[in-house]
């Protein structure tokens, strides 16, 4: 069993920034690739971006490149999204998900992932 725990949302004007974590309760994220989605009202859940463990290879969704950055520190097994210039489109309930096989292939589809963690609402408003 797998527990992802997200942090770092909250209330940020266009053009801001925030760095989300999630914390996985795992014997280390190289077995894992961890991906980040997010969710508006009404609409569907959305890939973001996704590393993977073995090799910290980064993934991103064309509307996020150049954005946001996510890393990973092995030591304190978390998962960081750094996000700047953010847009009010970016709004949502951001989540983060493992799959546990490792493999990043199709990563953008929430379908791959075995574990979810429980959200954190960003709101980029002015």
């Known amino acids: ?5 997200e942090s770092g949302g909250g209330l940020v004007q266009p053009g801001g920034s925030l760095r989300l974590s999630c914390a ?6 190289d077995w894992y690739a961890i991906g980040w ?7 569907e859940r959305e890939g973001v971006s996704c590393i993977r463990g ?8 064309d509307s996020v ?8 520190d092995n030591a304190k097994k978390t998962v960081y999204l750094q996000m700047n210039n953010l847009k009010p489109e970016d709004t949502g309930v951001y989540f983060c998900g493992a799959i546990t096989s490792g ?18 609402q960003v709101t980029v408003s002015s």
């Not at 069993?1 to 725990?5: F, I, K, P």
């Not at 996985?24 to 994220?29: D, E, G, I, Q, Y």
């Not at 989605?37 to 609409?43: D, E, H, N, Y």
């Not at 073995?54 to 969704?61: C, F, Q, V």
């Open 37 to 43: 989605f997010r969710q508006a009202p009404g609409k």
């Open 1 to 5: 069993q797998v527990q992802l725990v």
């Open 65 to 72: 490149t150049g954005r946001f950055t996510i890393s990973k």
């Open 54 to 61: 073995s090799d910290g290879h980064a993934y991103y969704a």
């Open 103 to 120: 493999s990043s292939y199709a990563w953008e589809s929430e379908y791959k992932y075995d574990y979810w963690g429980q959200g954190t």
């Open 24 to 29: 996985a309760s795992v014997a280390t994220l």
